[in-house]
Nanobody, 116 residues
Framework: QVQLVESGGGLVQPGGSLRLSCAASRSIFNYYTMGWYRQAPGKQRELVAITSDGITQYTDSVKGRFTASRDNAKNTMDLQMNNLKPEDTAVYYC???????????WGQGTPVTVSS
């Protein structure tokens, strides 16, 4: 069993920044694709960023504003979010997907609210 714990969410004004962190319970990063997802009220969960083999891809709406980074030695993955917009308001989830079995693990989510 793998546990993922997110932190760093909160309330921020439009144009502000937040940094989310995801910590894994054990060393899994070398065999897992890691990603950040978000779910806004009344909407489906969507992919924000996904990183594998040193390559990170972003959904179009966050390109140039969000940066995902992972530290395999520390079993952590961060999401730096800059120039936040009200439409970024959502619960953000950390995800780990095993590259061979496809098994997914999710964190409990951390809420981000962008509002003046």
């Amino acid at each position: 069993q793998v546990q993922l714990v997110e932190s760093g969410g909160g309330l921020v004004q439009p144009g502000g920044s937040l940094r989310l962190s995801c910590a894994a319970s054990r060393s899994i990063f070398n065999y897992y694709t890691m990603g950040w997802y978000r779910q806004a009220p009344g909407k489906q969960r969507e992919l924000v960023a996904i990183t594998s083999d040193g390559i990170t891809q972003y959904t179009d709406s966050v390109k140039g504003r969000f940066t995902a980074s992972r530290d395999n030695a520390k079993n952590t993955m961060d999401l730096q979010m800059n120039n936040l917009k009200p439409e970024d308001t959502a619960v953000y989830y950390c995800n780990a997907r095993h590259v061979y079995s496809g098994i997914n693990y999710w964190g409990q989510g951390t809420p981000v609210t962008v509002s003046s």
